[in-house]
Structure formats: structure tokens, C-alpha cells
């Protein structure tokens, strides 16, 4: 669990980062160690290559290099929701709002200003992580960055940059929706991915809608892919792809 309160860590030591090439670029905007430098450890340990600023004074300018910017509200100096604000008029690159204020007003207003998503201090990394994928899942970005597009389960080939699923030579068609569950099934073939998972990759963390709607989306995606792969309910859990 990520908390407040200032640490004793020195941030000279985290320093400025450099963006390789086929990783997901994350810059990181905080100014509590206590939070700043566990967060950093963590994602370059997920295979991110991570970047923090202490304020807001450069994070439009290196925001518009990142693929993935997580933005703290309450910064010294200039406030993080002018920061937000002027780096959504400057660039398309998801943001992920960090904020201690945890009243809806607020998480509304960084809505407002252009954050595609937002975490409320204390908050798990593990969620955090999911929310990055989410977040570039649904931005368009993941596929974008992946060295290879292409997923393969079976019969199945899913093209994530191009957008289109091929059943052997054959081309499947499906909606958005449908193509983000299997592209998210096949991502790891035999692993179980849970409907809460689901739910904050395909659709989005804070979903209100009906839970039915996934078995719908997944009854008819297992009909258009036929017997080419098997896609197993895990009753009380989620759902397994199986070649």
C-alpha cells in the first residue's frame, strides 16, 4: 500500500530517466518520496522505464514525451491541475490523476481537465498497474508499443495494431468490445482473468453498468470464433482462454 508522509529517501538518487525503446514510458509526477520512490521501484521492476519530476515546472514538457504520465494533484508550486490541464492542451498522452482529495467534486474536476483516469492516496499497486494497462488499453497505446502486435492462442491470431482477428486464414469480425476480451484472454492462454480484471481492462475501473453485459460480449465472441479456441467460465471467478 502507497501512502502519504514525506520520507527520508533522497531523490538525487532516482535522477532523471532514460526512455528505451519497446518499453512503455512512464513519467511520474510527485513530490513524496514516501510515495515517488516505491511507485518508481515497482514499475521498472513491471518492465516500465519510469522518469520522476518533483513539481509540475517541466512535466508538460516531458509529458509530451511519455506514453503514460501519473500526475499527482497536490504539488509545490504550480498546482497539479493546471499542469493537467495544460498538458491535455498540449498532448494526447494518458494521464492518471494521484490525489489525496477523495470527495467526488474533486475527482470530477480532474476528469474535466483531461486525466483519462484517477487513484485515490492510499491506493495498492497493484491496481495502480492495472490501471496503467486499462488505461493504454483503452487509449490505443498498448498496442502501439509492443515489439510484437501479434498474439497467437491456437487457431486464433489477433492482430492488436491493426485490429483484426484471424481464425486460421480467415477473417473474424468484431466489435471493439469483443476484440479487447480476446486480445486480454490471449494475452496469457490457460491463466484465469477475473471479472473485476476484466471489467477495469476492457471497460473502465469505475464501471457502474450492468455486470451482465460481459457474459453477453462473451457468448457472442465464442460464437464467432467457433471451436478455434475455448474460452472456459471459471464459475466465481472470470473466464480462461483455451487453445
Known sequence: MLTGGKGSVNTDTLGRGVWHRGAVQVLVVEDDDAIAVPLVTGLEREGYTVERLTDGTLAVERGEQADLVLLD???????????????????????????????????????????????????????????????????????????????????????????????????????????????????????????????????DPHWYGPTKTLDVHMASLRKKLGVAVQIDTVRGVGFRLEP
Open 73 to 203: 494533484l497536490g504539488l509545490p508550486g504550480r498546482d497539479g491541475r493546471d499542469v493537467c490541464r495544460d498538458l491535455r492542451a498540449a498532448s494526447k498522452v494518458p494521464i492518471i490523476v494521484i490525489t489525496a482529495r477523495g470527495e467526488e467534486v474533486d475527482r470530477v474536476i480532474g476528469l474535466e481537465l483531461g486525466a483519462d483516469d484517477y487513484l485515490v492516496k492510499p491506493f495498492g499497486f497493484r491496481e495502480l498497474v492495472a490501471r496503467i494497462r486499462a488505461v493504454t488499453r483503452r487509449t490505443g497505446r498498448a498496442a502501439d508499443l509492443d515489439e510484437d502486435p501479434m498474439l497467437t492462442a491456437g487457431a486464433v491470431r489477433v492482430d492488436r495494431r491493426r485490429h483484426r482477428v484471424f481464425v486460421e486464414d480467415r477473417e473474424v469480425a468484431l466489435t471493439p468490445k469483443e476484440f479487447d476480451l480476446l486480445a486480454l484472454l490471449a494475452e496469457a492462454p490457460g491463466d484465469v482473468r477475473t471479472r473485476t480484471e476484466i471489467f477495469e481492462q476492457v471497460w
